[in-house]
């Protein structure tokens, strides 16, 4: 019924290709010995070239040319003025009237320069959040750590999505907050539509992602070293800021990295939170391909943003060479 | 390159029906926008098994007909998305003789602008923008377009966050008509909008969310789609709808066979199915919009020929007109000035 638009062959390649490479991983797995043990990787390679792989370079494709294929640098300089397909349209339909109607677009710049600005806000207030817990998690003499550690995650095994939404029915004007002030006979205050809403939502979703990694490193620590540094003299603030902080870096700059990285790249939240009203870089890549269609530019956009992420873990790795914290930096 | 992946993707998640089904009608069509219980009766009447499918936006559907040809039998894009279609050739001619039943057609329908003998398209649904707004909150009756701008409901109103139908309504608003390629006009427009959300008049710009919000009583005033509207309406009795004396957007969702077509008798009997009486009644009451169909306009009786939100009179209609496709060239400026409000803080 349907077009097949791979020959008999292709198909037949495919199998065989397939069937290779399980009866591969059998031999691989029943005589370990003869085998290179790289070929245990090769699930993931496969995984990796198919997933990410082919999707960067179809992304830096698109990115360089335009809507004929033909290669072009366009889509960068419609980053830097977001007026620069329009501009052009405007002066072919009013030659040199058109001269006061136009105008450097500054909307791709701004909104990346919010996001960050939202990103480094989010990552601070986390970090400042996230460390006190991480502490407080991995105390030995506390008998609750671990059921702190099960309550941490419960939420998570919900999609961030509902939980997002669920944040609505919360900050609305007539969600639970207000009608609860209202009851105690307070005046209604707006919550949600603006841009500490979405703070908040972002804040909330990403935490765990800064508490984990300092409370693995924490609870790893030698718990000796804080008490030989008390049996020299050190009181417990000195131990904390000369020991248990130097030590627990390698936590940080990877509760870092898995916060900040997520941050920039927010959408969703913007639009259920903020109520539209203020855009992240990720709502903006997202309507350049949905909503105008602009495969083109929203791949030039979403390559600028992969690189800015490249050169902010590679500043942070600097601070971890070791990749002690996990490696993710 | 995207064309391949598409199709790949396609065979995939089509497998299981090509696999089984002798008789088949694959449909493209919004998201929650039918009554499924037609669906199995068709198939229970005819032996044929729908493929049912749905795209969220028009781009995301006129990619999906462009980039796997033979997939799709019967879509239902929008008017100007169908002038579209008809301009690049991706249509096939209808056989009316097939579709007895497309006579129910109402006269306003029956020669649009968009295609102008009808070769091509049968409307669906149908409806109209205009102001969905709380009368506990909203005292002075809704009559402009000029109350979206008012100060009075600061922090009160719901904008839709879509390109065309917000510029739209301000360029109707200051006299202009919707489908303008004067680029004044567009700068004016977006020159409004900007100090509308400059004013704080603007609560949120969304889409889906708003007909649940405005019946939670969330905001005053919100520009809305009538079958949305109505929507809300029926869950709140405190809500009415009304369109703007400057006059309005109205639309039509039709039925089209893609060109590329593989089972264009089976679309074509579904499409007959679609437009029988009790069946058109069944998705009008389910959808909320307008139907274009006399013979469910006559079984649904009063309730619905009198309801000025669903029915829209005919004075309104006059002042109201249709999107014309406006050409991805030029449509580049009126995107750049919607980025540009959105982007206003």
Redo the contacts between chains.
Sequence with gaps: ??????PWWGWAMMLVGLAAFIGMLIISIRRNHGVKRSLFASPYILWMILFTVVPVI?IA?YAFTDANGVFTLNNFRNFWD??Y??NK??ME??GEL?AA?ISR???NV??LVYSLWMAFKCTVICLLLGYPAALFMADRNMKLGSTLVVLFIIPMWMNFLLRTIAWMSLL???GLINNFLRWLGFEGV?LM?NSEAVLLGMIYNFLPFMVFPIYTVINKMDYRLSEAAADLGCNSWKTLYKVVMPLSVPGVISGITMVFMPSVTTFFIP??L??????MFGDLIESKF????N?NVGSALSLIMMVLILISLSILRKADPNGEGGGIA | MKKFFSVLFLVVLLLPAWAFADQVVNVLNWEDYIDEAVLAQFTEETGIKVNYMNFTTVEDMIVKVETSPGAYDLCFPSDYIIERMINKGMLAEINYDNIPNAAQTIPYLQNPAYDPQQKYSIPYLWGTVGILYNTKMVDEPVTSWSILWDAKYSKNVFMLDSIRDSMGITLKYLGYSMNTHDIPAIMAAKTKLIEQKQNGIVKAYQVDETKDKMANNEAALALMWSGDAQYAIDLNPDLAYAVPEEGSNVWVDAMVIPATAKNKENAEKLINFLCRPEIAKANCEYVRYACPNAGAMELMGEEYTSNPVQNAPEEVLAKCEFFNDIDSTFLSVYEAMWMEVKNTK
Excluded: F, H, P
């Excluded at chain 1, 019924?1 to 791979?6: E, H």
């Design positions: 019924m349907y077009n097949m638009t791979l179809l494709y977001s007026n397909e329009s349209v405007i339909a009013m058109g109607y677009g500054t909307v701004d909104t609305e004007d007539n707006q539509y639009r259920m903020g109520g539209g009203n203020t855009m949905l909503v105008e269609g495969w």
